[in-house]
């Protein structure tokens, strides 16, 4: 079955830097694009960033432009978020998983599996 496991999370200062990756297993990783998603205390869960099957091509939400980036390993079946200049608006649950939907100026995905994994804890305070 789909397994998605997130780490690289912590405690870090505003201006700070963190880089989060996700190991994914159980499903075709290089045939599908990949996406990290957020979900603050209280909101809905939002797509932060999306790469295609082979990296070539990415797409960020308007929030986190220019300071985050992210990358994937096919051989390695892992997705990275480089998460830079953070801010306390970026504390959240982080997520990855394969977007599914209407993705605005990147492409319509479909995501066969409702699994998602148990997320990583980024909290940016002073």
């Known amino acids: 079955q789909v397994q998605l496991v997130e780490s690289g999370g912590g405690l870090v200062q505003p201006g700070g830097s963190l880089r989060l990756s996700c190991a994914a297993s159980?499903?075709?990783?290089?045939?599908?694009?990949m996406s990290w998603y957020r979900q603050a205390p209280g909101k809905e869960r939002e797509l932060v960033a999306a790469v295609t099957s082979v990296g070539t091509s990415t797409n960020y939400a308007d929030s986190v432009k220019g300071r985050f980036t992210i990358s994937r390993d096919n051989a390695k079946n892992t997705v990275y978020l480089q998460v830079n200049s953070l801010k306390p608006e970026d504390t959240a649950v982080y997520y990855c998983?394969?977007?599914?939907?209407?993705?605005?100026?990147?492409?319509?995905?479909?995501?066969?599996?409702?699994?998602w994994g148990q997320g990583t804890q980024v909290t940016v305070s002073s």
């Open positions: 998983n394969a977007p599914t939907g209407r993705v605005a100026g990147f492409g319509v995905f479909l995501r066969p599996w409702g699994s």
């Open positions: 159980g499903f075709t990783f290089s045939s599908y694009a």
